[in-house]
């Protein structure tokens, strides 16, 4: 949520924002809030008015000064105190309604561009030759031409298969089973898949414990109130499974989260921190539920585009001046990852209409390269949210001074099951058995899967 002040003071900043970030005009009707905040204004100074001259009224009649005619004014005043809190209470909902579609304010240096064809590229390496030299890249895929050709740890030249068809084939999943029992785009997975999740999963929570991270088992059910406070809510809301049920407490609705993000940073709503306890960082691992509503026919085949998923999701809580060197520290975590897992990628940096939600004022994605497909995939997303999340969720801390601020948010998908995918593509072999990474042969227990 912005400040109302800023939105005052700066609305064609704010029209310049929404239609750079592909936000709907009609909903973030940036005039309309301005007409509705002024009306605000002058119905509360109205009321705060008819309020004064009401006591001013009750204490001449206190005084003994009874006369009909003021006992008429207190009781017409009255009854315009409640007309007018009534028609303020109409104009601050939709005053409120419109605000929550303003999305944040994009840090100076971001792209504004039309979607993810326009977002530059700030990194790229690949296992064999490291980094490339960052004069070679340019925007989406421009990389691409530098990424492996063929596959680097195959035990020969081989056509690759689709990642999908080697756990099929491997016995690791079973898409014809889930549909089955749940519907399309929900799977079964089974065996080493499974355990190589869990081992890239112990892999990283070990790295994560020695930079402070706090293991956390949030609620996967949260109310409405949460996504609205992580700005998932209202825009994305298509996105998320609602659960309505007579027997919830309250008889109101729960919402299944599509990462724990909003959990954990719920955590932090209606409290204040000391600067000193700050930062929190959180790190989970859950089951996550998208509907992938606007999806429909794009990645259908395999497990990319599902509707149930695991992730493991960095959020930390922070202060102001915190949150950009964190939002780097968590792009260097993604680094350490892939390049643990020996893993060619690239990081782009999201241009400002494929800003992802509404909460985003920096943004990027690590994307390993599939040499199979000759493409790039999204493994995670980066996100600086500063303020935007916290204003909305009452989220506060005192600093050294005594001042009370709003806290910043940052978040990182560490991995989700992509990652998955872009192991079992890169490590497969001419025989359909897929090398174990180096680093995780430790958990494995092994260091290739083999159809059983």
């Known amino acids: 949520m912005l400040d109302p002040k800023f939105i005052r003071e700066n609305p064609e900043q704010i029209k310049t924002i929404v239609k750079n970030k592909g936000t709907n005009p009609e909903k973030a009707n940036v005039e309309k809030w301005l007409e509705l ?25 206190s005084g003994g000064n009874i006369t009909d005619d003021l006992k008429e004014e207190g009781k017409a ?4 105190e409640q007309e007018l809190r009534n028609k303020l209470t109409e104009v601050e909902n939709e005053w409120n309604e419109i605000a929550a579609w303003f999305p944040n304010v994009p840090f100076d240096d971001i792209k504004v561009g039309k979607d993810d064809t326009e977002n530059p590229e700030i990194f790229a390496w690949r296992p064999d030759t490291g980094e490339i030299d960052k004069n070679k890249l340019g925007e989406n895929m421009d990389s691409a031409k530098y990424m492996p050709d063929n596959l680097l740890y195959a035990d020969k030249e081989f056509t690759p298969k689709h990642h999908i068809d080697i756990l099929e084939d491997l016995g690791m999943a079973d898409v014809a089973q889930g549909a089955k029992i749940a519907g399309t785009r929900f799977v079964y997975l089974m065996g080493d898949i499974v355990r190589l999740q869990k081992a890239v999963h112990a892999y990283i929570m070990n790295h994560l414990y020695t930079k402070d991270f706090t293991p956390v088992n949030p609620p996967l059910l949260v109310k409405e109130k949460v996504l609205f406070g992580t700005s998932h809510f209202p825009e994305g809301r298509d ?35 000391k600067e000193e306890d700050l930062p929190l960082k959180m790190v989970a691992i859950t089951p996550c539920f998208r509907s992938e509503v606007g999806s429909w026919g794009k990645d259908v085949r395999g497990i990319k585009r599902v509707h149930q998923f695991d992730k493991l999701e960095m959020d930390i809580i922070c202060t102001q001046d915190q949150s950009s060197d964190i939002y780097n520290e968590l792009l260097n975590v993604n680094h350490w990852i892939l390049q643990s897992l020996k893993l060619p990628y690239h990081i782009v940096e999201k241009c400002t209409g494929d800003s992802g939600y509404a909460a985003s004022a920096r943004q990027a994605d690590p994307e390993v390269w599939l040499p199979g497909q000759k493409t790039f995939m999204e493994v995670g997303t980066d996100t600086n ?10 989220m506060k801390y005192i600093d050294k001074d005594g001042n009370r601020k709003l806290c910043h948010t940052v978040n990182d998908t ?39």
Do not use: W
Request: aromatic content about 8%; proline content about 3%.
């Open 239 to 273: 996105q998320v499974y609602e659960i309505k049920n007579e027997f919830l407490e309250d008889k109101d609705s729960l919402f299944l989260v599509g990462s724990s993000e909003p959990s954990n940073f719920a955590y932090g709503i209606d409290r204040v921190f």
């Open 37 to 61: 905040d002024k009306t605000r204004t002058d119905l509360s100074n109205q009321l705060e008015e008819a309020n004064r001259r009401r006591n001013e009224i009750a204490k001449q009649l």
């Open 414 to 452: 560490g991995v989700s099951d992509r990652i998955l995918i872009a192991i079992i593509e890169n490590y497969q072999q001419s025989d359909g058995s897929v090398l174990v990474p180096e680093v995780l042969i430790p958990f494995m227990g092994k260091d290739r899967i083999v159809k059983k």
């Open 77 to 80: 005043l009255k009854q315009k």
């Open 385 to 394: 949210a500063t303020d935007f999340q916290a204003r909305r969720m009452n």
